[in-house]
């Protein structure tokens, strides 16, 4: 693996690699690049999760991390993506993460650098590395993927999370439901008659996997107030009581609570949203070596 732009980059054995390899992380294992590297993380969009646990899993690894704000880069003067990546090579950066709101940005990419880079989220494309550290926290629950139930819930459409998710929960053999409003069950986010409603899909799930409601990414509001969505698609109390047991809760964050999850749940016992932030940064880490170790 030379770069990670999306979860169709790696073969079902390299995604079982790489978390065995985050697994072997989290337990403490060490693992240093053979000669010094330098990283730099590029966020064109937001980030709390993603860019601070990147940054925790370079330092981790030994790797040195160059401070690089976009917002006070010469990209501000008009300089295109590629050339910024062209100067941060010549000076000698190894390694660039990158989150981007232009769907598929890496394309443009591809194939004209030594550099290495990694997608950390692309408009409404791809997500891989969240991907990842939700397959980690999946494994670590059932120990398997095959013959599980996972139901992505909420704005399918505009979700990065979704895709990524939607093609590696399937390849590793897991079965994908959706559900939120049906208006946003559009494009290539899952197949139809798989969409279901979030009173069903709560006493099958093995994961519920909630989705926030990227408002940024519509082009017009939504014509349900945040207390009606949680009532019609949101994992409320009554409905988290109905779940089927042994099931858990999953959700990328950042969360709405009240919206798509009850503010109660976020901490209640099946929930795994702060397992999956722990998991991120031993995700991060065995993508970085899968890459660097070569
Ligand atoms: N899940 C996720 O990508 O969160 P951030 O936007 O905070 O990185």
Not at 3 to 19: A, G, P
Not at 77 to 83: A, I, P, Q, V
Not at 210 to 232: C, F
Not at 244 to 253: C, F, N
């Amino acid at each position: 693996m030379n770069n990670l732009f999306t979860m169709k980059d790696l073969s079902t054995e390299e995604i079982h690699e790489i978390l065995h390899t985050a697994e072997s992380f989290a337990k403490g294992e060490n693992w240093t690049p053979a000669k010094q590297t330098f990283a730099v993380n590029l966020f064109f969009e937001p980030s709390t999760r993603t860019k601070t646990s990147f940054e925790i899993a370079e330092r981790k690894l030994g790797i040195d991390v160059i401070p690089f704000e976009t917002g006070s880069s010469s990209i501000l003067k008009g300089e295109t993506l590629e050339d910024t990546l062209k100067t941060l090579e010549s000076i000698g950066v190894d390694l660039a993460v990158i989150r981007h709101k232009q769907d598929a940005y890496y394309e443009s990419l591809a194939g004209k650098f030594q550099m290495k880079i990694v997608n950390g989220g692309d408009g409404c494309g791809q997500h891989p590395t969240q991907s990842l550290l939700d397959l980690l926290t999946i494994k670590q629950e059932f120990g398997k993927f095959e013959g599980l139930k996972v139901t992505i819930v909420g704005d399918l459409s505009h979700s990065r999370v979704a895709r990524s998710n939607t093609e590696a929960l399937t390849a590793l053999g897991a079965e994908v439901f959706y559900s939120g409003p049906a208006e946003w069950f559009v494009g290539d986010a899952g197949n139809a008659e798989n969409y279901v409603d979030i009173d069903e899909a709560i006493e099958f799930s093995d994961v519920l996997m909630l989705l926030r409601i990227q408002h940024e990414r519509h082009d017009t509001m939504m014509d349900l107030s945040a207390e009606q969505y949680h009532e019609r698609y949101g994992l409320t109390p009554k409905r988290e009581e109905r779940m089927k047991p042994g099931s858990i809760i999953m959700h990328p964050g950042p969360v709405n609570r009240g919206v798509e999850i009850a503010d109660s749940l976020v901490e209640s016992g099946k929930s795994r949203i702060f397992k999956q932030m722990e998991n991120g940064v031993y995700a991060r880490m065995a993508v970085l070596r899968n890459i660097l170790d070569k």
